[in-house]
């Protein structure tokens, strides 16, 4: 008996119960988040359990992305004992970010050709395969390899972004960023506790799968990715929709919006987001890489020990996500992420002071400083991103972020070896540069567009509220400029609703509107 292609992927995914609800779209996001998420529980359940999807996947992923660094040094041992330590760490810690980097610079493009849902299901095949093979690796070379199988899977955050931009509205990306962010901090802390429980699981002389205990948290992380996997094959929607012309349709908000006309400052701001991207990531891998070494050699700390201190500095990140929504209400997003990369220098402090308290706290600060960015760094691509390439702009962003995830544990550790200060001095290189990244361009930009110190509000309220200018960041200048286009869309739109309406009066409607207007 053959079944055809065409009814087998009808049954993938489970099909759905469309129920509409009683509230019209302005009723509905008119209510708070948490009665939006009961709403939606209720009568679009399918969208509640595609997001639960992907946030946990991004959990997962992360998860990944740290079960190594506080137990670096005892994998060094059994992989590769003869190598320098340093330069054995950087590679541990760099083969997950290759996987990561290379990955994200095509999943995006190719998502928005072949669709969302089949890379996300690849991506997450190949992490949960990857796993088992780093349980059972004989080598140094061997385990990185697969570490870098298991960095394709957080590759596809581009996708993710996509997905969600494809059904949702720009503005509710900062929310959408905040709980990738806490998902992230919180895979990124849950990781170095698994990774030190494999020190707490007896083995040592017992045959535990394989000779050393420490495969049981890949195995571990398999079994959990096989199931995220059967979850995404049996309910995981499709986001991208087209319409007759090729053009993505967002039927979720705005399902009848104009397009708005092509961005000439497009680009100049994608290649500043994708610095400012690059500085973040690596301050971040940059102290995961130098902490496990740094606890064990300067405070002696235990495989246990150094992975507590590492997941308790997630409360920075923590704390910055949870105010990040209340804080844009008083302060530009972009101005936050400026100041958070300005936050992020108190990390150069760590050499001098000998104290592993203090070292943790300053370890929260920076933690807290990458976070303001990362917290909006979703909402800005949202924003600039046309439809037709958002699957292209979120891999450039993310790969220059994944640049700074591969290049940080690379350096890190070479620097560390020849002196314990230089990769905080590094750090806060980048911090600056980063933070310099929001400001540069647009002092040559305003003399040419004459916005100098002018605020610009525009009329999408649901996509950004008022950005001034005055502070001087390029992102600014960029996501401003793209409101303009917005707005020019819609004014046309609103135009062309007049004219079919009323073919006769429109002239002397507008004429009497501006009239009015100027007095």
Known sequence: ??????????????????????????????????????????????????????????????????????????????????????????????????????????????????????????????????????ANAWDIASFAGFRAMAGVSAGTRPVIISFLTDSSRPIDMKLYGVLMGLHVVVGQSVGPAIGKASHAVPGHGVELWRPSPLSFPFYFMGVVSAVILILEVLFLRESLEKDKDGMPVNKFAHPDEKEPPRNKFLWPTVVVLGIVSFCAQYLGINWATVFGLLGADEYHLSSSENGGAQGIQAVGTIFTNLIYLPLTQFIPAALLGCSGLVLAMVIVVVPFIHSLVGVIFLGMGLQAGIGLYFAGQAFFTAVISPPKKRGLINSCVMGASNIGGFVGPLVAGNLYDLNVAYPFYLSVILSGVGAISWRGVILNLRQELGISAVRLRYAREDVLECYPVEFGAFVYFGINYQMSLFKQAANEGAKQSTSEESNVSITDTVASSVAGESV
């Open 1 to 134: 008996m053959t079944v055809s292609f065409s009814s087998l992927k009808a049954l993938l995914p489970l099909p759905e119960k469309v129920r509409e609800g009683p509230l019209s779209p302005e009723e509905y996001y008119a209510l708070s988040y948490p009665k939006r998420l009961v709403y939606r529980t209720k009568y679009n359940p399918r969208r509640v359990l595609d997001l639960v999807i992907l946030f946990v996947g991004i959990f997962i992923e992360w998860v990944g992305s740290t079960l190594l660094a506080p137990v670096t040094p005892w994998y060094i041992e059994d992989l590769a004992p003869d190598m320098n330590q340093g330069t054995a760490a950087s590679i541990l810690m760099a083969a997950y970010a290759v996987g990561t980097f290379l990955a994200s610079l095509v999943t995006g493009p190719l998502s928005d050709r072949l669709g969302r849902r089949p890379v996300l299901l690849a991506a997450m095949a190949i992490y949960t395969v990857a796993q088992f093979l780093m």
